[in-house]
């Protein structure tokens, strides 16, 4: 008699414990849900919209395009949003959706540039997924921008998920690495996992010739031949930019000299 009661009060403490746990799981739930609706960028009367860039190789055949996030401004201008870290995966895929009926059905690259804070949420193994289901045969790149976050950093979780998201066939790029130091170890622990560096010809522009750079492109150069990474020149503006270019023999460009930005949907409606 005394084993059954022992056996119930240990049922009615287990089933207690699933309940609570349970209650916690819907807080932490509603709590996130109501921090992503309070988001600056999760609001739906701010118009946003993903412009297209492209990249092209050494011939000027078309490689690609990136992915730029804008938000429109009372001056009719469209223009880089701040905090972007507060864009919730939800709503890059609900903007995606209506870019990616304007991309051509070609085997080439699609990059889009995400933030440290999207990359380790819950969402980026479904957004990758999608993503990568919704382009094909193109070719998914994620993009991600050093500098922002240098502490606190989960380092584990972010590789993890990048893994993962390579595991499906997507890519990763590190973008606009630059001439200092710091901007090498700021890196350094993604290396394994990166397939693409991204130098913008703005960080190397010498304003002085006697100024001295810590980190040139001939360095990310070698530094992609040596671990086998991609090397893509950005920014690239006039004819000079590029034969430097042709001459460490960058073969991926981007730049206004290949095209600025433009808006999907205009494109396809002049079409």
Known sequence: MET???????????SLATMLIFLITIVIYYYRSRKRSNNYLAKKQLELRYFIQKQVN???ELTGYECLLRQHQEDGSWKLPTELKTLPLQRV???LEETFKSLPEKSITLSINLEYEQIISDEFDYFVRWAISNIEPMKLNVEYTTGRNS???HKRKFRRHIQNGRHYGMHFSIDNVGSKLTNLSDIEWMLPVTDTLKCSMRSFRKTDP???LDLNLQFWNHLTQERHINLVLTGIENAEDEALAQQLKIEIRQGYLFGHPIDPRDERSEK
Request: no cysteine; net charge negative; aromatic share 14%.
């Open 4 to 14: 059954l009661r022992q056996l119930e009060s240990l049922l009615l403490e287990i």
């Open 58 to 60: 050494y011939r000027g």
């Open 93 to 95: 895929i609900f903007l």
């Open 151 to 153: 502490e606190n950093l």
């Open 210 to 212: 006697n100024e001295w």
